[in-house]
């Protein structure tokens, strides 16, 4: 047996030209590892023992609702977070809690977990709570006192005195590399947002090391890409990397996909290409210094963040092995770029696109179309009216509304609707792809649903400013009523009832479910899709409040107006293609888990991914379903996925596609799982926390194992 296993590692070690291999049997960091593959070597579950996982331990956490954590382990200990914000740490042969984290600033929010860094015996945990990243001693939960001002660091560091007040966080782990964690940071996505500037701070005393400026400043390269004044952050913002990064240690090289800049939609204060907004952009991680930028995405009117981090792998072209990053997108095209270069690997076409009708509006003449790999999902330009759901009831109010809508690919906004498909999530969601980082096959889950985008014409805002001060016709509604009408109602509804199926809550009710100082942080912090709020004062935001709780208005209108930066066309809201019974009105399916060679840039399989239960024949015939959060891929031929709104956790044949075991989860899990071993057990945990897409809130984390023999 040893010999076998000698001669295995040297077929093994013979077999690797490349720099050695990366530990793929523990689960350290985000997504199992800087390079966010989501892969594991273990081997004691396989395609032929699956279906015997058991429920192994449960964790309840203190509180419930939407997680989309991936938690970590090391040493024993599993790390991850709450739905409210709360860190933790336990036993991960047990789940025992050891010891749990609540920072005074906590409330409900997104985070998709924590960062770990040791040396020797110093070990340490980072969270981000609202602005601060905060240090914890990894052994007992403790702020670490030397670390920023007593454990924390405000996001604010080193942006300009215009962003020191914006709404600025975190909402994915930030990225270890050496003694520095590189941050990812969320902003707000309308005219006033904090711009995105990529920052490095030091683990040890919490100082910043380097910052890059993603809306370069005068003399910086890409500065002639924006108006001259777009770096002074008056009226154009964001260019963020909300969604993670991933890191090659053997170069020192980390690659950051960044996302739109704001505002998201209308783009006339922001005329120009816009670098570094939609790059997957390299920089030497040590210093920040600039490598290389690949933009896949021009003057981004549509919101095309790229939504997770890149994976690295390596690939075979004509015999020869090359390091690659991939790049899943929204938009459903998969961009494999050289990764010491930036060079395509499959040629990227530059395709002539529609123009914009929107006065001041220039959209980009052509987009990039990668001629390989073929989109993991369906595009809006491949519908037809024949693509109608043949489950609706109401299919020909539906093919009206098919019909009227722009369906052009790139479509830019327009004051009619235009249908965006994939749908302003993606395609690809926060969860990312997973890899086989040795054969370069990716496994990506996405989805397919249609939404519409539509802007507000100009006498609809011309009307909409008239009346807004004291004389105007709206004179009658309070200044709180005024300010939601800019800041809220896109999303909440104009009467405040919301739009449950595209998961933005009423608020008519807000006062039965929230106090007001939790309901004042959401506002300032943002939650699950909601950009927190940046650019309304103290007052104005009080008056907001109050008029959220059914206080009587105040008198006094504050001039917030004229410090408001709005766009003259404003975004009229995220409605979803749907039919009258809520289900989405294009034919499925709507959620697809896709495996694709990026060697050769083939697609292997498709499978559909999810059910609807509302549905006849999903045991034969499922549809797919809304998915968010990622897969797991293992060496031995596994892929574990929950993500589905239906609240199963899967297994798939890796090299087929074939759905191989299926179990019902305490609650939905749109979170991706992590995988260890421990005292020679297995373990697959995932944190179940429902409440996103209508689904019941939950509060466990579980981990399954095989039962003992
Ligand atoms: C881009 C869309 C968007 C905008 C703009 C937006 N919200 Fe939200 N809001 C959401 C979503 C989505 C949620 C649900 C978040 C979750 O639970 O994951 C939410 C949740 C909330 C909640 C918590 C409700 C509850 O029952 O838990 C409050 C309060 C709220 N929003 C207030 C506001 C106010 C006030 C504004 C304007 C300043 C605003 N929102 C602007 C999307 C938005």
């Not at 800087?34 to 892969?39: E, I, K, P, T, V």
């Not at 081997?43 to 509180?63: C, F, H, R, S």
């Not at 929230?514 to 709020?533: E, F, R, Y």
Request: hydrophobic share 40%; glycine share 10%; aromatic share 10%.
């Amino acid at each position: 047996m040893k010999i076998i296993k000698t001669i295995a590692v040297i077929i093994l070690l013979a077999g690797c030209k490349s720099a050695p291999k990366n530990k793929y049997d523990t689960w350290s960091e985000y997504l199992g590892g800087a390079d966010r593959n989501h892969y594991s070597t273990l081997a004691q579950i396989d395609t032929g023992n699956v279906q015997q996982l058991k429920i192994a331990w449960t964790y309840e956490t203190p509180d419930s609702g939407q997680m989309q954590m991936n938690p970590v382990m090391v040493n024993g200990v599993v790390y991850g977070v709450t739905a409210g914000l709360k860190v933790f740490a336990l036993d991960a042969a047990s789940g025992k809690e050891i010891w749990l984290y609540k920072d005074s600033l906590a409330s409900n929010g997104t985070s998709r977990g924590v960062a770990y860094w040791e040396n020797g015996t110093d070990k340490r945990i980072f969270i981000t709570v609202a602005a601060n990243l905060i240090a914890l001693n990894a052994a007992d939960g403790k702020l670490i006192p030397t670390f920023g001002i007593n454990g924390k660091v405000d996001l604010h560091t080193g942006l300009a005195d215009e962003a020191k007040d914006k709404f600025i966080t975190s909402t994915t782990p930030g990225t270890i590399y050496k003694d520095l964690i590189i941050m990812p940071v969320r902003v707000a996505e309308d005219a006033g947002a904090a711009p995105g500037h990529v920052k490095a701070f030091d683990v040890r005393t919490g100082k910043l090391v380097w910052i890059f400026h993603t809306i370069p400043q005068p003399g910086e390269k890409g500065y002639e890409t924006w108006p001259k004044e777009a770096y002074k952050n008056i009226n154009v913002g964001a260019v963020n990397n909300w969604a993670g990064m991933a890191v090659d240690v053997k170069t020192g090289t980390i690659f950051i996909p960044l996302g739109s800049a704001a505002p998201d939609f209308y783009g006339a204060n922001r005329k120009g290409a816009n670098l570094y907004a939609n790059c997957l952009l390299a920089l030497n991680a040590n210093d920040g210094k600039y490598k290389w930028h690949f933009q896949m995405i021009h003057h981004d009117l549509w919101d095309r963040d790229p939504p997770a981090p890149p994976n690295l792998i390596t690939v075979t072209k004509e015999g020869k092995q090359i390091d690659a990053v991939a790049q899943v997108t929204k938009q459903g095209y998969t961009f494999v770029l050289d990764r010491n270069t930036g060079k395509p690997l499959f040629p990227v076409n530059e395709v002539p696109m529609p123009a914009s009708k929107l006065p001041g509006e220039q959209a980009w003449a052509t987009q990039p179309v990668p001629s390989l790999p073929k989109p993991y999902a369906r595009q809006v330009d491949q519908l037809t009216e024949n693509d109608i759901s043949p489950f609706a009831n109401n299919k020909e109010e539906l093919k009206k509304m098919f019909i009227a809508a722009d369906k052009r690919l790139f479509a830019p906004p327009d004051t009619s609707n235009v249908l965006l498909f994939p749908g302003y999530d993606g395609g690809a969601e926060y969860g990312g792809a997973a890899a086989d980082p040795y054969k370069g096959i990716l496994y990506v889950n996405a989805n397919e649903m249609a939404w519409f985008l539509k802007m507000t014409t100009e006498e609809q805002f011309t009307e909409f400013v008239k009346n807004m001060g004291r004389g105007g016709a709206n004179a009658k509604k309070s200044a709180g009523e005024q300010i939601y009408t800019i800041h809220c109602a896109a999303c909440h509804g104009k009467e405040r009832e919301g739009n449950a199926a595209s998961g933005f809550p009423n608020l008519t009710g807000v006062a039965q479910r929230l106090d007001q100082q939790t309901a004042s942080q959401v506002i300032s912090n943002g939650k699950g899709k909601m950009p927190g709020v940046s650019n309304i004062s103290k007052e104005d935001k009080q008056q907001l409040v109050e008029f959220l709780y059914g206080v009587e208005k105040k008198e006094a209108l504050s001039d917030f107006l004229s410090k408001m930066k709005t766009d003259k066309f404003m975004h009229s809201g995220y409605p979803k293609f749907l039919d009258n019974k809520g289900l989405p009105a294009i034919t499925p399916p709507w959620g697809t888990l896709t495996a694709i060679d990026l060697n050769t840039g083939q697609q292997l399989w498709q499978s559909t991914l999810g059910i609807t239960p509302e549905l006849p024949n999903q045991d034969t015939n499922p549809t797919g379903c809304e998915n968010y959060g990622g897969p797991i891929v293992t060496e031995n031929g596994l892929i574990l996925i929950a993500a589905t709104k239906d609240g199963m956790f899967r297994a798939f044949n890796k090299y087929t596609g074939k759905l191989i075991w299926q179990t019902k989860l305490p609650a939905a899990s749109f979170a991706t799982p992590a995988m260890y071993s421990i005292n020679g057990k297995q373990y697959i945990v995932l944190a179940c926390g429902g409440e996103k897409l209508g689904t019941p809130k939950g509060n466990k984390i579980i981990a399954f194992a095989l039962p003992e023999l």
